[in-house]
């Protein structure tokens, strides 16, 4: 007989241990590829944004320090110190040789107050809804002095 017998476990115990293991590695690793799909979707979104801003704020920047800006067939040119220039297409915009790789669309002009569809413009509304929903940028300048004075009692 023995006497000085081994405390240890089963074969059917460690196989029971390994296949929980094994379910609770893969549930795990199943909640980890949940959490980066969000994370990549949330750092998409921020991405979007960011470049909409940066674009909204340098569309003000130049239109706040033109002199005259102009509207025909999906092109703005600015003109101030330096001419630049915005085409706007389905899938992307360009400013002077920058591609910006935003889906804007122009959906309306302004000039005094009035909606225009050609010609000088002093405002202008942009629809992002294709990047994000119910996305706007509505951009407008000043008119100086000497527009006034060469628009001919205008």
């Not at 074969?11 to 241990?17: D, I």
């Not at 801003?53 to 703005?76: A, G, M, P, T």
């Not at 009035?114 to 119910?134: M, R």
């Given at each position: 007989?023995q ?36 994370i ?5 979104n ?37 001419t ?23 959906e ?5 107050g ?21 996305y ?10 000497a ?8």
């Open positions: 007989m006497k000085n017998k081994v405390q240890s476990f089963t074969l059917s115990e460690l196989l029971v241990v390994m296949i929980i293991t094994v379910i609770v590695v893969g549930i795990a690793f199943t909640v980890l590829e949940l959490v980066q799909k969000q990549h979707g949330i750092r998409k921020f991405d979007k944004t960011t470049e909409l801003n940066l674009f909204e704020q340098r569309l003000w920047q130049d239109f706040n320090s033109c002199n005259n800006v102009n509207y025909l067939q999906h092109k703005i040119q600015l003109n101030g110190q330096d630049v220039y915005y085409s706007f297409n389905e899938t992307y915009s360009i400013r002077n040789t920058d591609t910006i790789t935003l889906q804007l669309n122009i309306k002009l302004y000039f005094r009035k909606t225009v569809n050609v010609g000088t413009i002093d405002a202008l509304l942009i629809s992002a809804e294709k990047e994000i929903p119910d706007h940028i509505f951009v407008s300048g000043e008119n100086d002095a527009y006034f004075i060469n628009q001919d009692g205008f």
